[in-house]
RNA sequence: CGAGGUGUAGCGCAGUUUGGUAGCGCGCUUGGUUCGGGACCAAGAGGCCCCGGGUUCAAAUCCCGGCACCUCGACCA
């Protein structure tokens, strides 16, 4: 490919609409262009390091003998109806309707349409197991698009599905998957952590994240660097407070009443009275599917609401509106606390909530706390369990070593799903006995698009991207520096073209610019080896072989180049694969 | 959906307060000089000032109503 003829319109000005490194420099080094919020096309040179990520998820696929399949991305709203999820999804569902005023919608994923396509074809345990895998364009109308390709709306994804007739099958094809993350995501070069991670609106039990450690990531995580427990705040059990040892000698204050005056946050609250926040119990109402619940935590720590409706069972979940609460506690927004709500209403308490000794709590009444409250004395629960936030510097659950914090991008997730679509789709098996089961599934996703900006925001610099080889949009450029003369001109032609024949994925910078435009242009797309052909070292036969990584040089007699950057590019590659 | 902000040349922005010929830098075109880190000189092209109404002799500017985009929050395989 020849830099004039190229079509990658550099920026030499950053985009006001981009505030991470890798929009930046993917709109700078013209590989996306925005076409509306949260949608873009993939020019050239983008388009070219897609496809280098959707062929190294190709062969990682296929070494675990998945099957790549393409299924259609306008689907229709009745397979949805039947799991229950066109109404689940809500919102972020692109929907249309055909000339016909048949509802269908943009597949934001495609559980339901492969089990069906499964269960039509399948009917023995002989035909089982199965991994099949595409590579699709998946549409979201996600809130807020943001990060550029980070979380866009339309975005490539691979996804794939096992089907298995049992939980050791599933354990199996679950493994395959694993591996084949672990595999795909080193050879991309990024640094990734597996977290156990929540499940969402997806279901299933186990399951697993691949986060690109970064500082722009949307996930919170947690790690304990002694016994290697990482997962997702989200998803991160608290340790189990140490129980409270009851203290004979003390002499208990007793719980009483005291004027807070339009205390109402914890800040308000904690200052008014000089207490730490530690020690006051919050008090917050929600409405589960319907029915009005308290949950209590620590002053101090947030509430994990996927751990809520874990433990309540429940599908719907939103904090109660200002009415509810005062209808409840009798009280306003502010003063809610467990001791003597208006409405008998379940509590549920952080097990961390019930060890506090003389806590502060709203006492549900206007302008007024309650001091000194004791669980089981002057409150009860009607469940404890874990229903906080993890954050850096708790206890490890497991081996109670401090955990450490860092974000992460999701750039890979691995479900257990069991029987949740195959049950509600009809997808089933014959055994060896003529017996019928539901299909045992698997759902596996890895957001290529999003993987793209995950290598940028890891690899770059202040001059733009530093491709790792596996991914580069091209493997090496030449660079004539001076186009009028015509002895850096034939050298550079000679390289370029023996290059083509090595096998070696090349640019020529044929353009009729001056050399400082090459220099900027060529750190800004990455290009990770630069033939730069001057006047310096052509009268000895020789030029630069230049690493974009650390800037290093080495003269190469002419005649060498193609061979020399050939093994440079072997090796990196190797550099990057397992084993 | 809540709060804030921005829409002016391909990109980055000024001009809006106080209504009166639409500007600057980069980029683009042509010619010339230059050629190891985004050159210089000269001459050019390029605008529905987001859209629609209104006020006014006159609107990028004031008023009303939309739309789009960005940021923060809520939300979320």
Same mark, same amino acid.
């Given at each position: 490919?020849?830099?004039?003829?190229?079509?990658?319109?550099?920026?030499?000005?950053?985009?006001?609409?981009?505030?991470?490194?890798?929009?930046?420099?993917?709109?700078?080094?013209?590989?996306?262009?925005?076409?509306?919020?949260?949608?873009?096309?993939?020019?050239?040179?983008?388009?070219?390091?897609?496809?280098?990520?959707?062929?190294?998820?190709?062969?990682?696929?296929?070494?675990?003998?998945?099957?790549?399949?393409?299924?259609?991305?306008?689907?229709? $709203?009745?397979?949805?109806?039947?799991?229950?999820?066109?109404?689940?999804?809500?919102?972020?569902?692109?929907?249309?309707?055909?000339?016909?005023?048949?509802?269908?919608?943009?597949?934001?994923?495609?559980?339901? +349409?492969?089990?069906?396509?499964?269960?039509?074809? +399948?009917?023995?345990?002989?035909?089982?197991?199965?991994?099949?895998?595409?590579?699709?364009?998946?549409?979201?109308?996600?809130?807020?698009?943001?990060?550029?390709?980070?979380?866009?709306?339309?975005?490539?994804?691979?996804?794939?599905?096992?089907?298995?007739?049992?939980?050791?099958?599933?354990?199996?094809?679950?493994?395959?998957?694993?591996?084949?993350?672990?595999?795909?995501?080193?050879?991309?070069?990024?640094?990734?952590?597996?977290?156990?991670?929540?499940?969402?609106?997806?279901?299933?039990?186990?399951?697993?994240?691949?986060?690109?450690?970064?500082?722009?990531?949307?996930?919170?995580?947690?790690?304990?660097?002694?016994?290697?427990?990482?997962?997702?705040?989200?998803?991160?059990?608290?340790?189990?407070?140490?129980?409270?040892? $009851?203290?004979?000698?003390?002499?208990?204050?007793?719980?009483?009443?005291?004027?807070?005056?339009?205390?109402?946050?914890?800040?308000?609250?904690?200052?008014?009275?000089?207490?730490?926040?530690?020690?006051?119990?919050?008090?917050?109402?929600?409405?589960?599917?319907?029915?009005?619940?308290?949950?209590?935590?620590?002053?101090?720590?947030?509430?994990?609401?996927?751990?809520?409706?874990?433990?309540?069972?429940?599908?719907?979940?939103?904090?109660?509106?200002?009415?509810?609460?005062?209808?409840?506690?009798?009280?306003?927004?502010?003063?809610?606390?467990?001791?003597?709500?208006?409405? *008998?209403?379940?509590?549920?308490?952080?097990?961390?909530?019930?060890?506090?000794?003389?806590?502060?709590?709203?006492?549900?009444?206007?302008?007024?706390?309650?001091?000194?409250?004791?669980?089981?004395?002057?409150?009860?629960?009607?469940?404890?369990?874990?229903?906080?936030?993890?954050?850096?510097?708790?206890?490890?659950?497991?081996?109670?070593?401090?955990? &450490?914090?860092?974000?992460?991008?999701?750039?890979?997730?691995?479900?257990?799903?069991?029987?949740?679509?195959?049950?509600?789709?009809?997808?089933?098996?014959?055994?060896?006995?003529?017996?019928?089961?539901?299909?045992?599934?698997?759902?596996?996703?890895?957001?290529?698009?999003?993987?793209?900006?995950?290598?940028?925001?890891?690899?770059?610099?202040?001059?733009?991207?530093?491709?790792?080889?596996?991914?580069?949009?091209?493997?090496?450029?030449?660079?004539?520096?001076?186009?009028?003369?015509?002895?850096?001109?034939?050298?550079?032609?000679?390289?370029?073209?023996?290059? &083509?024949?090595?096998?070696?994925?090349?640019?020529?910078?044929?353009?009729?610019?001056?050399?400082?435009?090459?220099?900027?242009?060529?750190?800004? +797309?990455?290009?990770?080896?630069?033939? +730069?052909?001057?006047?310096?070292?052509?009268?000895?036969?020789?030029?630069?072989?230049?690493?974009?990584?650390?800037?290093?040089?080495?003269?190469?007699?002419?005649?060498?180049?193609?061979?020399?950057?050939?093994?440079?590019?072997? *090796?990196?590659?190797?550099?990057?694969?397992?084993?």
């Amino acid at each position: 490919m020849r830099m004039s003829q190229m079509f990658a319109p550099t920026l030499r000005e950053v985009p006001s609409e981009a505030d991470i490194p890798s929009h930046q420099l993917m709109l700078r080094a013209g590989m996306v262009r925005k076409t509306v919020s949260g949608v873009y096309s993939y020019l050239h040179l983008g388009c070219r390091v897609v496809r280098k990520v959707e062929k190294i998820v190709r062969e990682e696929m296929d070494r675990q003998g998945a099957q790549e399949v393409l299924m259609p991305a306008i689907q229709s $709203a009745d397979i949805w109806r039947e799991t229950g999820r066109w109404d689940d999804y809500g919102s972020e569902m692109f929907r249309l309707k055909d000339r016909n005023g048949r509802e269908m919608c943009l597949g934001p994923t495609h559980e339901e +349409i492969i089990t069906v396509t499964v269960r039509d074809e +399948i009917r023995s345990y002989r035909q089982l197991p199965k991994i099949l895998y595409q590579i699709q364009t998946k549409y979201r109308d996600e809130i807020r698009p943001r990060f550029g390709v980070m979380r866009s709306r339309e975005f490539i994804m691979k996804d794939a599905y096992s089907f298995d007739r049992d939980n050791e099958g599933l354990d199996r094809s679950y493994e395959k998957m694993y591996e084949a993350y672990c595999r795909v995501f080193s050879r991309c070069g990024v640094d990734y952590r597996v977290v156990e991670a929540d499940a969402g609106a997806i279901g299933g039990s186990q399951n697993h994240e691949f986060m690109v450690v970064s500082e722009v990531g949307e996930d919170a995580l947690v790690f304990c660097d002694a016994c290697g427990y990482a997962a997702n705040v989200e998803r991160a059990e608290s340790a189990k407070p140490a129980e409270r040892v $009851a203290d004979t000698e003390k002499v208990r204050t007793g719980i009483r009443k005291i004027s807070t005056p339009g205390m109402r946050t914890i800040e308000e609250v904690t200052g008014y009275l000089k207490v730490e926040p530690r020690v006051l119990l919050k008090t917050l109402v929600y409405v589960a599917d319907g029915t009005p619940v308290a949950a209590i935590v620590r002053g101090d720590r947030d509430l994990n609401e996927a751990k809520l409706k874990r433990v309540l069972g429940c599908r719907e979940l939103e904090l109660a509106t200002p009415e509810v609460i005062e209808r409840v506690s009798g009280a306003p927004v502010g003063f809610t606390g467990p001791v003597g709500l208006r409405e *008998r209403i379940k509590i549920v308490a952080d097990w961390e909530a019930t060890v506090v000794e003389d806590a502060v709590v709203g006492a549900n009444a206007v302008d007024a706390h309650l001091v000194g409250a004791e669980y089981g004395v002057d409150y009860t629960a009607d469940i404890v369990a874990d229903i906080r936030n993890v954050v850096a510097g708790d206890a490890c659950p497991r081996c109670g070593a401090e955990l &450490c914090g860092a974000r992460g991008v999701e750039v890979g997730h691995l479900f257990k799903l069991g029987t949740k679509y195959s049950s509600a789709l009809g997808a089933k098996y014959l055994d060896e006995g003529g017996v019928e089961h539901p299909i045992i599934m698997g759902c596996y996703g890895i957001g290529i698009t999003r993987t793209v900006a995950s290598v940028i925001e890891e690899h770059h610099d202040d001059d733009g991207i530093i491709w790792p080889m596996s991914v580069a949009p091209y493997q090496a450029v030449v660079m004539p520096l001076n186009t009028s003369e015509s002895a850096q001109v034939e050298a550079a032609e000679r390289i370029y073209s023996e290059l &083509c024949k090595h096998g070696v994925e090349a640019v020529m910078d044929d353009r009729d610019e001056r050399p400082g435009v090459k220099f900027k242009d060529a750190d800004l +797309i990455g290009f990770p080896i630069r033939v +730069i052909v001057g006047p310096k070292h052509l009268g000895d036969g020789e030029v630069e072989v230049s690493m974009r990584r650390d800037g290093t040089v080495e003269l190469v007699k002419i005649e060498n180049v193609a061979v020399r950057v050939k093994e440079i590019v072997d *090796r990196e590659l190797a550099a990057l694969m397992p084993e």
